[in-house]
């Protein structure tokens, strides 16, 4: 089993900025992508960004150039730096990781953190 808490989450004004982190602990081997997702009132949990273990990144259209992936493998952590934000970026906002163990793969969530973007 793998534990995802999150934090930094909060309410920013639109055009500034705030940090999210995420820290995995427990069966961290083989730990491959992180990420986070989010999800908006009344509509699905859609993906952010996602960051394999090797460092490849990923991004929604949406938040290419004012979203920010990493990693930091040694404290088994996630971060997104956000800026540039919008009222669209308002949502709860959660981590995610998968693991590969003997050829099936198992994915964890994070208890979600709330962005709030006023304009």
């Known amino acids: 089993q793998v534990q995802l808490v999150e934090s930094g989450g909060g309410s920013v004004q639109a055009g500034g900025s705030l940090r999210l982190s995420c820290a995995a602990s427990?069966?961290?081997?083989?730990?491959?992508?992180m990420g986070w997702y989010r999800q908006a009132p009344g509509k699905q949990r859609e993906l952010v960004a996602t960051?394999?273990?090797?460092?490849?990144?990923n991004y929604a259209d949406s938040v290419k150039g004012r979203f920010t992936i990493s990693r930091d493998n040694a404290k088994n952590t996630v971060y997104l730096q956000m800026n540039s934000l919008k009222p669209e970026d308002t949502a709860v906002y959660y981590c995610?990781?998968?693991?590969?163990?003997?050829?099936?793969?198992?994915?964890?969530w994070g208890q979600g953190t709330q962005v709030t973007v006023s304009s």
């Open positions: 995610n990781a998968d693991q590969w163990i003997l050829g099936e793969k198992y994915d964890y």
């Open positions: 427990g069966n961290i081997f083989s730990i491959n992508a």
């Open positions: 960051i394999t273990s090797g460092g490849s990144t």
